[in-house]
């Protein structure tokens, strides 16, 4: 997927249906312009996080541990 | 002499509770006071979603309590409003929404049971944005919230009605939550103190969730010292909440009059002071000069990774809420506004590795500010680059002339602790030459939120920002 140009309207279905959510006719268009810019952004943050220098950090993941 | 109504309501909450511990003012005439303000100011902040009538036979039961010698504390007796997404038993809790409309809760939220067991009289359910996912609180089933200082203006959000109730002096305190700022944003924007805890701090359970890995609760006041006060009621851990800390709490009203000499005050220039409204930098570089002529210290510091914080906010708090209202975002999706429905539906769409990465961004940054949180106390910098919009607006400008989507430009400080799991409390600091407030941020190290309130209570005994009434 080009990160340069805005998703278009049949790609928002497409995501929407791998997501097993039926998007309205007309939901893409307020929808795209705000997922491609977020999407810019998190791809940009995607590649800092696959540096070497990071490859030891995990996710932030918090365990709930019962009491005894 | 006999206070009257208006002067009863322009108390702080810790002049009202000396004055009901010591049988001078009755619980009763403090929620005549509350709801005589919220009757004069709710048509045109709909700040409320719920009024408590039934608030004044509370009192009356509260007047029988303290006159027999039966005093609970620092709250008995004091009118207090609750965001409408903290549950009450047996009392309708929308979450500022259509979908959760008709929801009574069975129980309370661990929250609201301990202010209740603290003898406090709740006074109402604020307004929110819908489900807390949103900055304005226009809200379009329940009214749009409007700014105290000026009505043409939004009370941020996601509290932005709680923001306006404390503001507007319709309670003594009121309690909003926090994901990516929802309490600190509309303590700024209203001039008021609020505090977002330490993540586990303080109990979720009972509130409606939004983003469960950044979700908290936390008290919104008029000074620190009553911000401090209704901490301590709600703090501390909670069985029936799985992210709840162990930490052990303390009295966070303990170390106010300690003030801040050689507290380590860290700036972060290149990232938290160079795009900002002149207003917004001018009061916070004020502040911090106040600080540092009460003898703390200032220290630039650098966090390499800080840029992409905003990034990681945006995927978290969209991919979190949208798996919450998975079903109800299928089943009714029109039940949602347009811009919560919008961002529910692209939450689905971004990846998972995406949402990952974001999670891992996360531990990085909160491992640079622990680093740093080696050779500071706290950190200082604006609560939002701007000062309240008016309604309806989508843009902003501060700087240039150049517009800029406001969701991205309000977050756009507030990441920080919401990404690490730092406490931090907004501060009343100034007013730009409209006369609309400006807060600044300090933040802390993990369950340090003594030394945030001892830095901010030095701030207002040396000031009178938090003094100013909006004129409504």
Known sequence: ?68 | MAKGSGELANLSLAEASRLVESKQVSPVDLVDACLERIGAVQDTLKCYISVYEQAREVAKAAETMIAAGYWLGPLHGLPIALKDNVGLKGLRTTAGSKVLGDWIPEEDATVAARLRGAGAIFIGKTNLHEFAWGGTTDNPHHGTARNPWDTERFPAGSSGGSGAAVAARTCFGALGTDTGGSVRLPAAINGIVGIRPTIGRVSNYGVIPLAWSMDTVGSMTRTVEDCAILFNAIAGHDPRDGGSALEATTDYTADLEKGVKGMRIGLIPDYFFSHLQPAVHDAVRGAIDILVGLGATTHDVTVENIHGNISAQLTVESCEPSAYHQAWLRERPGDYGEDVRTLLEIGELIPAPTYIQAQRYRQLLRSEFLEAFKSVDVFICPTLPFTATPVGATTVVIENGVEEDMLSAIMQFTGVPSLTGMPSLVVPCGFDEDGLPVGMQIMGRPFDEATLFRAGAAFQAATEYHQRAPSI
Do not use: C, Y
């Not at chain 1, 939901?27 to 696959?50: F, G, V, Y």
């Open chain 1, 1 to 68: 997927m080009s990160e340069s140009s805005d998703l278009s309207a049949e790609k928002i279905r497409a995501l929407a249906e791998a997501a097993g959510l039926s998007l309205e006719q007309g939901r893409e268009a307020a929808i795209s312009p705000i997922l491609t810019a977020w999407l810019a952004d998190a791809h940009e943050l995607n590649r800092k996080m696959s540096a070497r220098k990071h490859w030891a950090i995990g996710p932030l993941t918090v365990f709930t541990h019962p009491r005894k």
